[in-house]
């Protein structure tokens, strides 16, 4: 098994703490990426998605997966299972010194995930403190701010998955880095 991190960034303007609109473990957030077969390369032509709050069953009948797939090109199975309570939302800050927050951790086997596109289901609350519902699936999200009198956006984003290492902190907390 790879546990693979989705980082991402984006500039926020007058607007802080970008995630999922039900916070970094939303169960119904829709992650959509492309898989790329370990066996053989093939990235997958279609985008696939994951919940937290869909699972299936895995091929050898043991346990559950939220992604269980075939390749297309060499048959063989992909599983991958999400692992919450790692997430962290976007700050302003953050996004001021091109740093990028780690989303979601993603225990993949077959299957390496590739290409995140950014959809619907994000919020951010603006510097008056107004929060805001983003659709991002136009690249981008561009608002005026009422009450702060001053422009909100997300512009320019970007994911990446990153191989991270499970670590056993001290206090019984486990970390991926
Ligand atoms: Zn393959």
Redesign the pocket.
């Known amino acids: 098994m790879v546990f693979y991190m989705l980082y991402f960034t984006a500039e926020l303007e007058n607007l802080t703490d970008l995630q999922p609109r039900g916070g970094c473990d939303d169960p119904s957030f829709t992650y959509n990426f492309k898989v790329k ?1 370990e ?4 990235v997958s032509q279609k985008a696939t998605w994951v919940t937290l709050s869909e699972s299936v069953p895995l091929p050898t009948g043991r346990g559950t997966a939220n992604l269980v797939q075939k ?1 297309k ?4 199975d992909g599983t991958i299972q999400m692992v919450p309570g790692h997430g962290q939302p976007l700050t302003l800050g953050q996004s001021q010194s091109g740093a990028t927050a780690g989303l979601m951790v993603f225990d993949c086997r077959g299957f390496e995930p590739v290409e995140f596109s950014f959809d619907d289901g994000w919020k951010a609350e603006s510097t008056s403190g107004t929060w805001y519902d983003i659709d991002l699936s136009e690249g981008e999200f561009v608002e005026y701010d009422e009450k702060g009198e001053c422009p909100v956006g997300v512009t320019n984003l970007q994911s990446l998955f990153k191989v991270v290492k499970k670590q056993e902190r001290g206090g019984g907390k486990t970390v991926y880095a």
């Open positions: 077969c066996n053989c390369g093939e390749c090109l060499c048959g063989r």
